[in-house]
């Protein structure tokens, strides 16, 4: 059964910390990870990974795949109060091409980023 | 665009009726399927099609059905309800070349 655990699985920071998630997987025919953002609705996007090594970034959110340990990690840099949020992540994988958006997904990290 | 809509934001059941949560994308994706988010157990999958026609289960589909007779429509059908059935469903849909999912607002049940 693919299974992805996120930890930790809350954290309460101050405004202008840095924070590491952490997000490992187990899943058969891995495709991709993905990191999303939720906070009082629906998940948006934050970035697809699907190579080993090869950082991504967007601002001041950053995140890096590692395929032999199975895991990946989103940075926040800087954080601020509008970064509170739940942080999930997912991971995706092959099946006769037919399983784009199968999703097995974490149970998410709950950020709570003081002033 | 509109990206992924879903009706209704909100509908409270009595245990035994049923009803289907509407879905519609407007960006011309191949794949839509249905996730269910309750506390402590993240976004499980309940159906999935990739293409007009063609549906398949996901990790929980039982107490629902979906159909898929448009590229646009994906509603999903609570049979009977359960207060089981309690829980935020989102809709979501990709490209099949894309692959990363774009959500819906969601739709709060609640099963009484």
């Known amino acids: 059964e693919d299974k992805v655990v996120q930890s930790p699985l809350s954290l309460v920071v101050h405004e202008g910390d840095t924070v590491t998630l952490n997000c490992s997987y187990e899943?058969?025919?891995?495709?991709?990870l993905l990191w999303y953002k939720q906070e009082k609705k629906a998940p948006t996007f934050l970035f697809m990974l699907?190579?080993?090594?090869i950082e991504k970034k967007s601002g001041r959110l950053s995140s890096i795949l590692d395929k032999k340990e199975l895991f990946s990690i989103l940075n926040i840099t800087a954080t601020q109060t509008g970064d509170s949020a739940v942080y999930l992540c997912a991971a995706s994988a092959n099946a006769g091409g037919t399983s784009y958006g199968k999703l097995t997904f974490g149970q998410g990290t709950i950020l709570t980023v003081h002033p | 665009n509109a990206g992924v809509t879903q009706t209704p934001k909100f509908q409270v059941l009595k245990t035994g009726q049923s009803m289907t949560l509407q879905c519609a994308q407007d960006?011309?994706?191949?794949?839509m399927s249905w996730y269910r988010q309750d506390p402590g157990m993240g976004l499980r999958l309940i159906h999935y099609?990739?293409?007009?026609?063609?549906?398949d289960q996901g990790e929980v589909p039982n107490g629902y059905n979906v159909s898929r007779s448009t590229t646009e429509d994906f509603p999903l059908r609570l049979l009977s309800a359960a207060p089981s059935q309690t829980s935020v469903y989102f809709c979501?849909?990709?490209?099949?070349?894309?692959?990363?999912?774009?959500f819906g607002p969601g739709t709060r049940l609640t099963v009484t």
């Open positions: 979501a849909s990709s490209s099949l070349l894309r692959g990363s999912l774009y």
């Open positions: 099609s990739v293409g007009a026609g063609i549906t």
């Open positions: 899943v058969t025919n891995f495709r991709s």
């Open positions: 960006m011309n994706h191949e794949y």
């Open positions: 699907t190579s080993s090594g």
